[in-house]
């Protein structure tokens, strides 16, 4: 049985000049057939070969980084194949589908060479890159450029290790996905024994001076509360129920929104 040919799609992609391996993976075909259709766009006449490099350059010029191209929230489809199929093991690999749709998102940034969205939105590097082109040395590129800008690249690296090796199924000498510190951030940590010395110290005041203090340090160092929701945090937040027990007022983000809660 012949196997099916998108032959007007191969034609899009000789005419602009994809080598051979990177159009059979595209297009999920051999060899021998790759050269047949080949050989049936090179008879084409000069005019119609024109005409369909027009067309291929509009149709992968913008249009490939569109949302929609590369995902389909509605049909969980791309009209990308290799991002098909690195959707298609992430879900076998038990991904959760919001996660893996928000590694496709962040791999689309990427390619376009920015990080945030609307008015925060940041140009990292001048580039588009076709996920199908993007190689590690792309990678270690983008991820420079964060750390030149100050970005946590933690997230990036993630997303580019993992789409390269279940996406591409090339392994990345270079790149970890493992936490790498808290970088500029280091001196904002304290030691386990620093943290006893200061409870230790607070412990000596007098319990009007004590208590509102020790609540706010047991919120601090225990309450696992992010840093944006505990700058936030007033005199106004701290609610007293006596017996020596106090409420810290938070609104805090979780897995399934920002909420209003009260942590003892």
């Given at each position: 049985?012949?196997?099916?040919?998108?032959?007007?799609?191969?034609?899009?992609l000789?005419?602009?000049?994809?080598?051979?391996?990177?159009?059979?993976?595209?297009?999920?075909?051999?060899r021998?057939?790759?050269?047949?259709?080949?050989?049936?766009?090179?008879?084409?006449?000069?005019?119609?070969?024109?005409?369909?490099l027009?067309?291929?350059?509009r149709?992968?010029?913008?249009?490939?980084?569109?949302?929609?191209?590369?995902?389909?929230?509605?049909?969980?489809?791309?009209?990308?194949?290799?991002?098909?199929?690195?959707f298609?093991?992430?879900?076998?690999?038990?991904?959760?589908l919001?996660?893996?749709?928000?590694?496709?998102?962040?791999?689309?940034?990427?390619?376009?060479?920015?990080?945030?969205?609307?008015?925060?939105?940041?140009?990292?590097?001048?580039?588009k890159i076709?996920?199908?082109?993007?190689?590690?040395?792309?990678g270690?590129?983008?991820?420079?450029?964060?750390?030149?800008?100050?970005?946590?690249?933690?997230?990036?690296?993630?997303?580019?290790?993992?789409?390269?090796?279940?996406?591409?199924?090339?392994?990345?000498?270079?790149?970890?996905?493992?936490?790498?510190?808290?970088?500029?951030?280091?001196?904002?940590?304290?030691?386990?024994?620093?943290?006893?010395?200061?409870?230790?110290?607070?412990?000596?005041?007098?319990?009007?001076?004590?208590?509102?203090?020790?609540?706010?340090?047991?919120?601090?160092?225990?309450?696992?509360?992010?840093?944006?929701?505990?700058?936030?945090?007033?005199?106004?937040?701290?609610?007293?129920?006596?017996?020596?027990?106090?409420q810290?007022?938070?609104?805090?983000?979780?897995?399934?929104?920002?909420?209003?809660?009260?942590?003892?």
């Amino acid at each position: 049985m012949r196997q099916k040919i998108d032959r007007k799609r191969m034609f899009k992609l000789i005419a602009l000049g994809w080598d051979a391996k990177r159009i059979m993976d595209e297009v999920g075909i051999s060899r021998r057939t790759y050269f047949r259709v080949r050989n049936e766009f090179l008879r084409l006449s000069e005019e119609e070969r024109g005409r369909i490099l027009e067309e291929a350059k509009r149709e992968y010029g913008e249009s490939i980084f569109d949302k929609k191209a590369w995902f389909d929230v509605k049909t969980c489809r791309s009209q990308i194949p290799i991002i098909q199929r690195w959707f298609d093991v992430m879900r076998v690999r038990d991904v959760s589908l919001t996660e893996a749709k928000e590694r496709i998102a962040f791999l689309r940034k990427i390619c376009l060479g920015y990080v945030g969205k609307g008015e925060n939105q940041i140009r990292v590097i001048n580039w588009k890159i076709h996920p199908q082109d993007f190689t590690e040395e792309h990678g270690i590129r983008f991820i420079s450029a964060l750390k030149n800008l100050g970005i946590n690249d933690y997230n990036y690296r993630k997303v580019i290790r993992n789409f390269l090796i279940f996406g591409k199924g090339v392994i990345p000498t270079y790149i970890s996905g493992k936490k790498q510190g808290y970088g500029k951030m280091a001196q904002e940590y304290l030691t386990v024994s620093e943290v006893e010395r200061i409870f230790e110290f607070v412990d000596k005041l007098p319990e009007r001076e004590r208590m509102p203090l020790k609540t706010l340090l047991m919120f601090l160092f225990h309450s696992g509360t992010r840093i944006k929701a505990t700058l936030r945090i007033t005199e106004d937040d701290l609610i007293w129920h006596g017996s020596e027990v106090w409420q810290v007022h938070v609104v805090d983000k979780g897995r399934e929104g920002k909420k209003e809660k009260t942590k003892v």
